[in-house]
């Protein structure tokens, strides 16, 4: 494939297919759609056969030619090149992204009714953007790529979102443009040192990585690029955008948000503060930690309390993400590595748990944990893959989430046993809050259901209804579990009338469609979680790279 | 047999999956011949892998992949089965296939039927894994994996919010267990640079003692959760609002074991540790005390059951805590098999009586289902400790053991408070026989008729019932039958003589205790197996603690008679006599309630402070209130925009005076 340009294809390849339909406005209903699902399964190919030829050993710096290197002159006067190229860090977020890119996509199928055209240029356009951001080697592309993103996520939020969405989408817009102009400002710093330094303008990541910064300089100039990342993880106290944003955004921008976005955080951290700034990186480090201890636990606490699902799985990501965070900057090669499953981790199972609220709230409209019961029989395949991610999202060890975390863990214990002792206790709290609204959600007595007789913790009303349907509980005890219907809708005015969202009788499973997209999401989990190895693989020399630098 | 091991576990992994994945469609109520043939061919194999064990005593091991590999932290998926692991095996795989013969009478007609019989390969994988497992971390994998099927089978019928609450609180109070298990192996890790169990344990001797205290009482912690000992006992009796199979299995016989097995399993660690092994004791007779006087009020059968399973688990770990090794695991298997029968015996109750399970409303059931009832009786026996019964052997040898543990203090008072449990173990193991199965029936004649349950449940029953009976001669004369001397490879000649080697441990506290350790380990420290090591203990010693022992527990079953059969002591004027002791005991000790003012309500005070206070108030108050002071000053701003160019330009023309001013002002010295 020498010659191919492949990561540029892969890149530009939805931003094509976005241009392909806004210029062809007057094209059927279903265009929009398809060119959007062939483009971003396009990227997803072309980024298999990346990961396929990628060579975990191959020279990863400014003087040999780095894993498929697209290197173009631009503006040679001030040192911009249109350089590309991928090393171990990047190539398991590009995956991700495409990945996670096509199943958005096909959630997207029939969801979206409004505006259809232009929402599916708005997550190509996005794709393309995130794309960009892990594929750049040069700051001033990679900046461009990084607002890219930026708009089309806004958008998504701010128009086919929910109720609050306005708010939500100019929060986002605002907390991370703030972070991004502090990056600016980093940037040019930087740029501005390494020529005085060394007489060279570029704005090649490789070569600045090579520059010699005074702690002083590198104090502050870490900050301003960590500010940037620290919103995007989101780490404590820079979170409080995700919630908003993740309950007002439609389930596909949800899904792409946490899945994919809030990995530009750790991977920019990874890219640039660590590499670029080692002093900064040791002065800051034990401030990151203590934070992402706090975020951990923090997290946890929080989403303890939440009513709304959405929410909840919002509050577990700031808690899952600060292991990214921890992982990093404990410097050593569990915790990197320990990040990274985290990171991919998160994407699989963080993205299916949205999938899944967004099953029900098409079906309910609602998003409120006490509005639903009982949904295991109602919509058992649902419920079973609930189950499924609900583990992985707890670390449950064969499952995802577990290797990580551990990791992440066990290289805490090295940097100081006590963080561990706080770091792990997480999975108690992890339990907690999803065991609670699991059972409130799955488990329980669905809607207009009659109780169970047997249940030892029926409240005083379900008694009454319970003496009301008649004592037909006690026809042997092959009955007990068997869901009765409610006869002649007597009990509950809401089934007399059958046209109340919450009533789950009436919803149908699973579709093809959210099968399709749940499907690759559990092979994911699982198989990750049982054989982590290809990409251990495939990020140690990598990470190996990044620590030489702090030994 | 190497080449084969994995297909052990192998098999009922298969049944789950084609379970899960065909069961509601095509297999429905087909699943049990799925599941059950996979256990029983599981239960051949590891009768091979015993077989070949018995005959060269050579550990067997069979590596399949590497798990994670992160740098010098390596961790692979390797089985390895030695004597303590085939006699897992053949507990778990025993007892899981006899499980599943009777599940299909018990589950019979459940609209879950193929979802259970998912569930129960998936743990009977879930378990041989466990016991198979090679490192600590691959043990702590199917540590969780076993919490999970214990999550999904206690919250099986999940309409009940009963049920779902259960597992909830099994799964949790398990995580704070599993918190202290996994790092006990963080530390391990960067103590010993491994986690794999011969490893480890050939590094014990070099490494101090307080750190391999630390290491052993945070694997106590998990222990501690896994099979249920205080302080994280408050799970398992709320676990019986899973099927009754289950309760047998899981609650009973295997998982809850599995804590048992793993402290056994790091024997090394913990001979090396004295006062870990003295706060395993402490703990494990506690335990074995509290739940024997809660299991003496309470009127579910299944939980009076489920008290006592409890109390046995104290026991064991009793037996752990004074180095009584094998004793300790000879407990766990002949407990697996008679407690396994009670609780299947008790199911075959509920099922007769229709769902009915408070004892008040029973009474007289001898006539109506004679199976249940004799069988019943023997476990009762058996867990009561009457000889000859299995449990009687194990539990004796355990009490023999405390009372020869060196520290007198230690020893001879868990000796006493683990003989008055047996009084109480007899006690409510007949309260329960006698409320149950004889004296008059309490129940509607009229309209409840109790029948024999069908031959696919009372087959598992007699089959269960052999070994309760006679299993206890498997290591006979005690103590040094064909049980130890199978088992002694793997506790070494150490293990044999732990008791001992505990009492030098303890003699010699104030010196160091490495020093006494390593006289311990070398073997050369011959003098400390003599000092009162077993070989040493009299016959006459052992035959005095049996006949105690015996009278304890006699003592106990006749009291029972007394109360309920005979009627001369009253039951009701004895609750009365003491109402705040026994509500006390009604109550379970009332550590629901401690732990939900202690830790519950608090956390979730906490959770509703840093949501509505720090998040809200606070972060986006501040976020907010910047955002709002760029509104306020830009909407005064905004006059300036007048839209009238005359103001434009006179704005114009003022801002070029200033430029110019300060231009010649800092730049030029034209004024100067």
């Known amino acids: 494939m020498n010659g191919f340009p492949l990561l540029s294809v892969m890149a530009f390849l939805p931003l094509v297919g976005a241009l392909l339909i806004f210029f062809l406005p007057k094209a059927s209903q279903g265009f929009p759609k398809m060119v959007a699902l062939i483009s971003a399964l396009g990227s997803l190919v072309l980024s298999i056969v990346m990961v396929i030829q990628f060579d975990p050993n191959a020279p990863f710096d400014a003087n040999n030619a780095v894993p498929f290197q697209e290197k173009i002159e631009w503006a040679n006067g001030i040192g911009i090149s249109y350089f590309l190229g991928v090393d171990g860090i990047a190539v398991p977020l590009i995956v991700l992204t495409t990945a996670i890119s096509v199943i958005a996509i096909i959630w997207s199928w029939d969801t979206v009714k409004m505006r259809q055209r232009e929402y599916f240029i708005a997550l190509l356009l996005l794709e393309t953007g995130m794309l960009g951001v892990f594929v750049s080697l040069d700051l001033f592309i990679f900046y461009i790529f990084w607002e890219i993103m930026l708009i089309p996520m806004a958008l998504l939020i701010g128009i086919w979102g929910s109720t609050n969405r306005v708010y939500a989408a100019m929060k986002f817009f605002i907390y991370t443009l703030l972070g991004s102009l502090l990056m600016l400002i980093g940037i040019v710093a930087t740029y501005q040192t390494y020529f005085q330094e060394t007489g060279e303008r570029t704005l090649n990541v490789l070569r600045l990585q090579e520059g010699n910064y005074s702690p002083t300089f590198q104090f502050w100039v870490f900050a301003a690029f960590f500010i940037a990342f620290a919103v995007k993880v989101p780490l404590f106290p820079f979170h409080t955008w995700l919630p908003d944003a993740h309950v007002e955004a439609p389930t596909a921008a949800s899904v792409i948000l946490a899945a994919v976005m809030l990995k530009m955080g750790g991977y920019g951290l990874l890219r640039f503060n660590l590499p670029m700034f080692e002093e900064g990186t040791r002065q800051w480090a034990p401030i990151i930690i203590g934070l992402s201890v706090i975020a951990i636990l923090y997290g946890a606490f929080v989403a303890l309390v939440q009513p709304d699902m959405k929410k909840l799985v919002a509050y577990s990501s700031v808690s899952h993400m600060a292991f990214v965070t921890l992982g990093i900057f404990l410097l050593s090669l569990q915790g990197l590595e320990g990040a990274m499953m985290v990171m991919l981790a998160h994407g699989f199972n963080t993205g299916a748990l949205f999938l899944l609220i967004g099953v029900v709230y098409e079906r309910a409209h609602t998003r409120q944990i006490s509005a639903f019961g009982g949904l295991a029989s109602r919509i058992p395949a649902w419920a079973a893959y609930f189950t499924l991610f609900m583990f992985a999202s707890i670390g449950l060890p064969g499952l995802s989430g577990f290797v990580g975390e551990f990791l992440v863990a066990i290289a805490t214990w090295h940097y100081n046993p006590w963080l561990a002792l706080f770091t792990f206790a997480v999975v108690i709290f992890a339990a907690w809050y999803m065991m609670w609204m699991f059972q409130r959600v799955v488990f329980g007595r669905a809607r207009g259901e009659i109780p169970d007789p047997h249940d030892n913790a029926l409240t005083p009303e379900e008694v009454e209804m319970l003496a009301a349907a008649g004592d037909d509980g006690h026809g042997g005890h092959g009955s007990h579990a068997m869901p009765l219907p409610v006869s002649g809708g007597s009990h509950d005015a809401h089934d007399a009338h059958g046209d109340d969202p919450l009533d789950s009788s009436k919803w149908h499973d699973l579709s093809k469609k959210e099968a399709i997209t749940l499907f690759p999401l559990a092979v994911a989990t699982i198989v990750f979680g049982i054989y982590p190895a290809p990409i251990m693989r495939i990020v140690e020399p990598a990470f190996q790279r990044l620590l030489a630098l702090y030994n | 047999m190497e080449q084969y091991l994995y297909l052990i576990p192998l098999l009922p992994l298969l049944a789950f999956v084609v379970n899960i994945f065909l069961g509601r469609s095509i297999i429905r109520d087909k699943a049990a011949w799925i599941a059950a043939p996979a256990v029983f061919v599981s239960w051949l194999l590891s009768l091979a892998v015993l077989r070949q064990l018995y005959q060269t005593g050579e550990p067997i091991s069979q590596h399949l992949f590497r798990w994670i590999p992160s740098g010098d932290f390596n961790v692979d998926v390797t089985l390895y089965a030695d004597q303590l692991t085939a006699t897992m095996l053949i507990v778990v795989t025993t007892v899981g296939f006899l499980v599943h013969v009777y599940s299909t009478g018990y589950m019979k007609g459940d609209p879950g039927y193929y979802r259970f019989f998912s569930y129960l390969p998936l743990f009977v994988f879930s378990m041989l894994m466990l016991v198979l497992a090679d490192n600590y971390l691959l043990l702590f994998v199917f540590w969780e994996a076993v919490g999970l099927c214990s999550y999904l089978l206690i919250s099986f019928w999940f309409r009940r919010r009963a049920a779902g609450n259960a597992a909830k609180k099994a799964f949790i109070v398990n995580r704070v267990g599993d918190l202290g298990f996994g790092l006990g192996i963080m530390w391990m890790f960067w103590v010993f640079g491994t986690v794999n169990f011969q490893e480890v344990f050939a590094q014990v001797p070099e490494i101090a003692v307080g750190t391999l205290t630390g290491i052993a009482l945070l694997l106590f912690l998990g222990a501690c959760g896994k099979s249920a000992q205080f302080p994280l006992h408050v799970w398992l009796p709320d676990a019986m609002e899973g099927p009754t199979p289950v309760s047998a299995l899981i609650h009973a016989a295997t998982m809850v074991t599995a804590g048992i097995y793993m402290v056994a399993r790091s024997h090394v660690i913990f001979q090396a540790a004295p006062n870990a092994l003295a706060v395993v004791a402490i703990i494990g007779a506690f335990t074995a005390f509290m739940a024997a006087t809660i299991g003496m009020v309470q009127n579910d059968i299944k939980r009076v059951v489920a008290y006592s399973t409890l109390s046995q688990l104290g026991y064991m770990a009793l037996a752990l805590g004074v180095g009584a090794w094998i004793p300790a695991i000879f407990h766990l298997m002949t407990h697996a098999f008679f407690k396994a029968l009670l609780f299947l015996g008790a199911g075959s109750v509920i099922h007769g009586m229709h769902e009915e399970q408070n004892i008040q409303k029973m009474g007289g059931l001898r006539k109506y289902m004679p199976i249940t009832f004799w069988t019943f009786l023997i476990a009762s026996l058996a867990n009561a400790g009457i000889v000859p019964f299995a449990g009687f052997w194990s539990k004796d040898s355990i009490i023999l053991s405390t009372w020869v543990a060196g520290n007198p203090v230690i020893g001879k008072v868990l000796t006493v408070v683990a003989l008055i449990t047996a009084f109480f173990s007899a006690f409510y193991m007949f309260r329960l026989v006698f409320l149950t199965f004889t004296g008059k029936p309490r129940f509607d004649v009229e309209h409840v008729h109790p029948h024999e349950s069908p031959p696919a449940m009372t087959i598992p029953l007699i089959l269960l019932a052999i070994p309760s009976i006679f299993i206890g001669f498997l290591d006979f004369p005690p103590e040094a039958g064909p ?143 910047i955002a709002h002071g760029f509104g306020a000053v830009s909407q005064r701003l905004r006059h300036v925009q007048t839209g009238l160019v005359a103001n434009y330009a006179l704005a114009i023309a003022l801002g070029m005076v200033v430029l110019i001013g300060v231009y010649f002002g800092l730049y030029s010295n034209l004024f100067r």
């Open chain 2, 483 to 625: 049980f130890t001397k199978f088992l002694e490879p793997v506790f070494g000649s150490e293990g044999e003589a732990a008791p001992a080697e505990v009492a030098s441990l303890y003699t010699v506290s104030d010196q160091p205790v490495a020093v006494a350790y390593e006289e311990g380990a070398t073997g050369e420290g011959e003098h400390a197996a003599e000092a009162g090591g077993h070989h040493n203990i009299s016959t006459a010693l052992k035959i005095q603690v049996a006949v105690v022992s015996t009278i304890a527990a006699l003592s106990g079953l006749i009291l029972a008679w007394l109360m309920y059969v005979k009627g001369a002591i009253s039951p009701i004027k004895m609750g009365a006599r003491f109402p705040g002791l026994y509500s006390f005991f009604y109550d379970k000790w009332r550590w629901d309630e401690a732990y939900n003012a202690a830790f519950v309500q608090p956390c979730k005070n906490l959770a509703m402070f840093l949501w509505q206070i720090v998040d809200v108030r606070i972060i986006d108050g501040t976020v907010n209130g």
